[in-house]
């Protein structure tokens, strides 16, 4: 530029001074493109006067006051690693800052914090400020120039993180690490802020009801705006939706069509951290056990296979439903640590309002449709008629008759034990059992008369019980030249 502050015309500079112009209007135009958070008090985000790019929406920004924590507990999608990778390069342009990063395993603190293409510390941070990036098995460091360096490790082991001293860290998805690890991490890297004159930790995660989890939240709850007292947890909270415009239109729409409304959806798309509910046999952290959700093409092949039916017991508009569960059993070939014990698999949970004809025909189709050994009929209130009716409108299929001897929470609470034990996978959809999950997290064993009858819940108990737990039941795997097992998920 001129001193006027004009362009300087091209046609009286030299080839050198008109390549040293062009880089330089370069080099400007991509410092402007990376600059990340405004000044504009509720910024969206979205490209404004002075801020022709996306940048930081005003959640984004690193909080105001003295505090020691900022949990980012969001849904997918909503930018929290880049904004977590952001709040880093901002502490790193301090020279002689050191900093650490932790993720799950090494290979994701590498491949998500370090190297993401949109969201990594190399994406973020300028080229020409970093004097080495070192990718190694178990260490990965990054220095920059200015003296500064951030180091990442992998959440596995404690004790990875002795021997350093810190001023900052990141901890990427603290909710999905080894939960028997995790809170010693957390402890771990806090005694090596120890020497800090500001320690401070981001965390990026979407939510899960851990305990680890719950602590931080509870917490960041506790305050009452964005400034904390010294030692303070800062909260923010978010929702996919918010990032609508950083992500693809199609890929909302889908996750929307597959985990809209359902328990799975609150967490991972609203950001919600699903609160347990006190005295209920089921718990949010036995759904999030690793396992625990698989595509339904994955499921093993299945010694034994069972329709469980919880009829209804009344008719008309009002009447309850009658619900339908598909669950499956098998061994495993090959073990971990020695447990040979057979896991289940629920494939398919489903309730509505049917005549006993109907029911019984919709009994013979998933039958038919899952190739199963039987239809389990709990036949309490009025209901052993039901088996021949079942006989009536399809006499090759075979079933059995079970009876309840004890209470709902009594017979159920074997059931959850199971799922406590992380012998239950739940293959398919999210949306197939979206309310059978929320029947399970919310059900307490009240009297029927204070609590409604859990019909879906009711039907899972009936055939993991058979499955599992009753000594009457089949118990020997159906031998491997059944045809039935060919093909059968």
Same mark, same amino acid.
């Given at each position: 530029?001129?001193?006027?502050?004009?362009?300087?015309?091209?046609?009286?500079?030299?080839?050198?001074?008109?390549?040293?112009?062009?880089?330089?209007?370069?080099?400007?135009?991509?410092?402007?493109? &990376?600059?990340?958070?405004?000044?504009?008090?509720?910024?969206?985000?979205?490209?404004?006067?002075?801020?022709?790019?996306?940048?930081?929406?005003?959640?984004?920004?690193?909080?105001?006051?003295?505090?020691?924590?900022?949990?980012?507990?969001?849904?997918?999608?909503?930018?929290?690693?880049?904004?977590?990778?952001?709040?880093?390069?901002?502490?790193?342009?301090?020279?002689?800052?050191?900093?650490?990063?932790?993720?799950?395993?090494?290979?994701?603190?590498?491949?998500?914090?370090?190297?993401?293409?949109?969201?990594?510390?190399?994406?973020?941070?300028?080229?020409?400020?970093?004097?080495?990036?070192?990718?190694?098995?178990?260490?990965?460091?990054?220095?920059?120039?200015?003296?500064?360096?951030? !180091?990442?490790?992998?959440?596995?082991?404690?004790?990875?993180?002795?021997?350093?001293?810190?001023?900052?860290?990141?901890?990427?998805?603290?909710?999905?690490?080894?939960?028997?690890?995790?809170?010693?991490?957390?402890?771990?890297?806090?005694?090596?802020?120890?020497?800090?004159?500001?320690?401070?930790?981001?965390?990026?995660?979407?939510?899960?009801?851990?305990?680890?989890?719950?602590?931080?939240?509870?917490?960041?709850?506790?305050?009452?705006?964005?400034?904390?007292?010294?030692?303070?947890?800062?909260?923010?909270?978010?929702? /996919?939706?918010?990032?609508?415009?950083?992500?693809?239109?199609?890929?909302?729409?889908?996750?929307?069509?597959?985990?809209?409304?359902? &328990?799975?959806?609150?967490?991972?798309?609203?950001?919600?951290?699903?609160?347990?509910?006190?005295?209920?046999?089921?718990?949010?952290?036995?759904?999030?056990?690793?396992?625990? &959700?698989?595509?339904?093409?994955?499921?093993?092949?299945?010694?034994?296979?069972?329709?469980?039916?919880?009829?209804?017991?009344?008719?008309?508009?009002?009447?309850?439903?009658?619900?339908?569960?598909?669950?499956?059993?098998?061994?495993?070939?090959?073990?971990? !640590?020695?447990?040979?014990?057979?896991?289940?698999?629920?494939?398919?949970?489903?309730?509505?309002?049917?005549?006993?004809?109907?029911?019984?025909?919709?009994?013979?189709?998933?039958?038919?449709?899952?190739?199963?050994?039987?239809?389990?009929?709990?036949?309490?209130?009025?209901?052993?008629?039901?088996?021949?009716?079942?006989?009536?409108?399809?006499?090759?299929?075979?079933?059995?008759?079970?009876?309840?001897?004890?209470?709902?929470?009594?017979?159920?609470?074997?059931?959850?034990?199971? !799922?406590?034990?992380?012998?239950?996978?739940?293959?398919?959809?999210?949306? /197939?059992?979206?309310?059978?999950?929320?029947?399970?997290?919310?059900?307490?064993?009240?009297?029927?008369?204070?609590?409604?009858?859990?019909?879906?819940?009711?039907?899972?108990?009936?055939?993991?019980?058979?499955?599992?737990?009753?000594?009457?039941?089949?118990?020997?795997?159906?031998?491997?030249?059944?045809?039935?097992?060919?093909?059968?998920?």
């Amino acid at each position: 530029m001129t001193r006027h502050g004009r362009l300087p015309d091209p046609a009286l500079l030299s080839d050198a001074q008109l390549h040293a112009e062009i880089g330089a209007l370069i080099d400007a135009d991509e410092r402007a493109a &990376r600059r990340w958070a405004c000044d504009v008090p509720d910024c969206d985000g979205l490209p404004h006067d002075g801020w022709l790019h996306h940048h930081a929406r005003a959640a984004q920004r690193i909080p105001d006051g003295d505090w020691t924590t900022w949990i980012l507990l969001t849904g997918r999608g909503w930018g929290k690693t880049r904004t977590a990778a952001q709040a880093v390069a901002e502490w790193a342009a301090e020279p002689g800052t050191m900093i650490a990063v932790v993720a799950k395993n090494a290979t994701l603190t590498q491949e998500i914090c370090f190297e993401s293409r949109t969201s990594g510390l190399l994406a973020v941070i300028p080229p020409e400020d970093i004097r080495r990036y070192s990718r190694g098995s178990g260490l990965t460091a990054l220095h920059l120039k200015n003296g500064s360096s951030i !180091y990442g490790f992998g959440a596995e082991t404690p004790d990875n993180l002795r021997g350093f001293a810190f001023d900052k860290g990141w901890l990427d998805e603290y909710a999905a690490w080894n939960r028997r690890t995790a809170q010693d991490v957390f402890d771990q890297l806090f005694f090596c802020l120890r020497e800090a004159t500001a320690p401070q930790v981001v965390i990026s995660t979407t939510p899960k009801p851990l305990p680890h989890i719950k602590r931080l939240v509870q917490r960041g709850r506790a305050g009452t705006s964005r400034t904390t007292e010294p030692g303070g947890v800062v909260l923010t909270t978010g929702r /996919t939706e918010d990032n609508r415009a950083n992500l693809s239109g199609a890929a909302l729409v889908e996750l929307d069509n597959e985990y809209g409304g359902t &328990r799975l959806g609150r967490q991972e798309l609203d950001g919600i951290l699903l609160e347990d509910v006190e005295g209920a046999l089921w718990q949010g952290h036995m759904f999030e056990v690793e396992g625990f &959700r698989m595509p339904r093409h994955d499921v093993p092949p299945l010694d034994r296979l069972v329709i469980a039916i919880d009829p209804a017991v009344t008719r008309g508009d009002q009447a309850d439903m009658t619900a339908f569960t598909v669950a499956g059993r098998s061994h495993p070939i090959q073990t971990l !640590y020695g447990d040979g014990r057979p896991r289940g698999y629920v494939l398919h949970a489903e309730q509505d309002r049917y005549t006993p004809t109907a029911a019984m025909r919709r009994a013979a189709a998933l039958y038919h449709e899952h190739q199963a050994d039987c239809v389990v009929i709990e036949a309490n209130n009025g209901g052993e008629y039901m088996p021949a009716l079942l006989t009536e409108v399809d006499p090759t299929v075979a079933w059995r008759i079970v009876h309840a001897t004890r209470s709902k929470r009594a017979r159920a609470a074997p059931v959850a034990m199971l !799922y406590e034990q992380a012998r239950v996978t739940h293959a398919g959809s999210p949306r /197939t059992f979206a309310q059978l999950e929320d029947q399970m997290t919310t059900y307490v064993g009240a009297p029927d008369t204070e609590e409604q009858s859990p019909d879906l819940l009711d039907a899972l108990v009936w055939a993991l019980t058979d499955l599992f737990l009753d000594p009457n039941a089949p118990a020997a795997p159906v031998r491997a030249s059944d045809s039935r097992l060919h093909g059968r998920r």
